[in-house]
């Protein structure tokens, strides 16, 4: 079969692999529909970060690994001792363990594959009104989902939230802030299409980082000298943590939602000042991907317009990450499409 195969920085193969056999308590996917994430886009660009170099402590695989943590599927197998799921049933994938490994990256199989044999306790079925691409965005969604709910959004009437970074996952937390019943959602963010899918997706006021005081405006905004309530760090770099923290109010919340790549000067004082709280957060639990999946199926989330391109698996590497890389201020989610 075919397998999108990482081998280390700039240095993806689509290649023949053997077929995955489905054991005991296993069920086999036919990926449908694969999302690029950022964690691919870091690791082709500087990695090997979760990508192992030494044998994994769940599958004692090393590099070259195949890819694709962010899919969708139908189910094409099932081991024994599995129960609850047909084979052609759609299915959307958790990909955490609490060992640190993710179906995708740290070898065991991955999405951008033909096919891959998980765990059936990592396979969550998808609703029937809710079709396979949309489902390949349960992973960025639920990202964004454990982030807001790990913030005190739910325990603050009225909340007055910022989000830094227009990107996938930031795109994302509005769009769970909105589910979530936000009072007013601030985003900064430089791209101009990315601006207008934040506008698009909920938020109620949009800022221009490169133009705009973001500190002042968001405390303009929220009412005058507080700031916001909660402050979503999902740009992860220098200037998006102090910005953070000064813009939040005394008392008041920074989730650092982003992945870094280098260690940045970081004073304390900006949060003692005002008693706030620095919240980081990783991933998400299972009960995210449920909550998303349900938001999916009732209409509270409606994410379809982050997908901004589909491609083939042949394509991944110039139509796929090497786009995402030159034109990111265009795009939001490119999907492999492996139906076909």
């Known amino acids: 079969m075919r397998a999108a195969r990482y081998y280390g920085k700039e240095d993806i193969r689509i290649e023949d692999v053997p077929e995955p056999e489905c054991g005991e308590g296993q069920i086999k996917i036919s990926p449908s529909y694969v999302g690029i994430c950022g964690t691919d886009l870091h690791e ?21 690994v195949t890819l ?42 991955g999405g951008l594959s033909d096919a891959v044999v998980v765990p059936a306790s ?13 489902g390949a965005l349960v992973e960025p969604l639920a990202v964004a989902w454990h982030a807001v709910s790990a913030s005190p959004l739910a325990s603050t009437p009225n909340a007055n939230v910022l ?9 994302a937390v509005v769009q769970a802030l909105v589910a979530r019943k936000a009072a007013k959602i601030i985003m900064s963010e430089v791209a101009p299409a990315r ?28 009412g ?28 008041g919340t920074v989730v650092n939602v982003a992945i870094w790549e280098k260690e940045v000067p970081f004073q304390p004082n900006m949060l003692v000042f005002r008693e706030a709280k620095y919240c980081a957060v990783l991933g998400y639990q299972r009960v995210d991907f449920e909550a998303v ?9 409606k994410p379809a317009s982050m997908i901004t391109r589909k491609i083939k698996l042949e394509d991944l590497v110039e139509g796929g990450i090497k786009t995402l890389v030159s034109q990111k201020d265009k795009h939001v989610k490119i999907l492999v499409d492996l139906t076909s």
Do not use: W
């Open 68 to 109: 694709g943590h962010e899919f969708s599927g139908v189910v094409s197998g099932l081991g024994a001792n599995v129960s609850g799921f047909n084979i052609g049933q759609k299915n959307g994938v958790e990909n955490a363990c609490y060992k640190g490994g993710f179906v995708g990256l740290s070898g065991g199989g």
């Open 224 to 251: 005058g000298e507080d700031g916001p309530d909660i402050v979503f760090d999902c740009a992860g770099v220098p200037a998006s943590l102090v910005t953070a923290c000064q813009a939040v109010k005394a008392r």
């Open 163 to 171: 989000v830094l970074g227009g990107g996938p996952i930031g795109l």
């Open 44 to 64: 082709y660009l500087g990695g090997p970060t979760f990508c192992p170099v030494s044998p994994h402590p769940l599958t004692h695989e090393t590099i070259p």
């Open 122 to 134: 990592s396979v969550l079925a998808l609703p029937d009104n809710v079709p396979l691409d949309i």
């Open 195 to 222: 601006q207008a899918f934040a506008r698009e997706f909920g938020a109620h006021h949009v800022l221009d980082p490169r133009t705009d005081d973001t500190v002042a405006m968001s405390k303009e905004l929220c």
């Open 293 to 301: 999946i349900q938001a999916l199926g009732s209409g509270a989330l």
